[in-house]
């Protein structure tokens, strides 16, 4: 009798330990399929994006249209406002093939010196400082 009952009833707690671990189970496969279809999401768009590569962030251009009044009739007198170069530039910019950056202006690593030509002062400051030189050579001359 008792340890009959025990038994059933010990069986008992064990399925129903059993069919807890079991929802426990489910609900972290449901987890891990939630969280995998999100990154699974993530990677296609970063797949479509531009990533970062270099200092700046690629900036996407705005697509070219053209308005129906400026359409003529036929394609081939179209003219298109378009530099082949730059579209190049930024497709390579857009694969991640170069990095971007801000246009850096041109400067001077140093500034320029102000200097007076010879011919441009007056003769009587010509005269002064060719007394000048003549007496520092004198006094390298006698040291």
């Given at each position: 009798?008792?340890?009959?009952?025990?038994?059933?009833?010990?069986?008992?707690?064990?399925?129903?330990?059993?069919?807890?671990?079991?929802?426990?189970?489910?609900?972290?496969?449901k987890e891990l399929s939630a969280k995998t279809e999100l990154r699974q999401a993530k990677n296609l768009e970063k797949e479509t994006k531009p990533g970062k590569y270099g200092p700046g962030k690629f900036?996407?251009?705005?697509?070219?249209?053209?308005?129906?009044?400026?359409?003529?009739?036929?394609?081939?007198?179209?003219?298109?406002?378009?530099?082949?170069?730059?579209?190049?530039?930024?497709?390579?910019?857009?694969?991640?093939?170069?990095?971007?950056?801000?246009?850096?202006?041109?400067?001077?690593?140093?500034?320029?010196?102000?200097?007076?030509?010879?011919?441009?002062?007056?003769?009587?400051?010509?005269?002064?400082?060719?007394?000048?030189?003549?007496?520092?050579?004198?006094?390298?001359?006698?040291?």
């Amino acid at each position: 009798g008792i340890n009959a009952e025990y038994g059933k009833q010990w069986y008992q707690r064990r399925v129903r330990g059993i069919k807890a671990i079991q929802k426990e189970i489910k609900k972290e496969e449901k987890e891990l399929s939630a969280k995998t279809e999100l990154r699974q999401a993530k990677n296609l768009e970063k797949e479509t994006k531009p990533g970062k590569y270099g200092p700046g962030k690629f900036l996407g251009d705005d697509p070219e249209f053209v308005l129906p009044e400026e359409v003529s009739s036929s394609l081939r007198q179209m003219v298109t406002p378009s530099n082949n170069v730059q579209e190049r530039f930024t497709s390579f910019q857009k694969r991640n093939m170069i990095e971007v950056r801000k246009k850096v202006a041109p400067h001077r690593k140093y500034k320029l010196k102000s200097v007076e030509k010879w011919r441009k002062k007056l003769p009587e400051e010509i005269d002064e400082l060719v007394k000048m030189k003549r007496k520092k050579k004198k006094i390298k001359l006698s040291e």
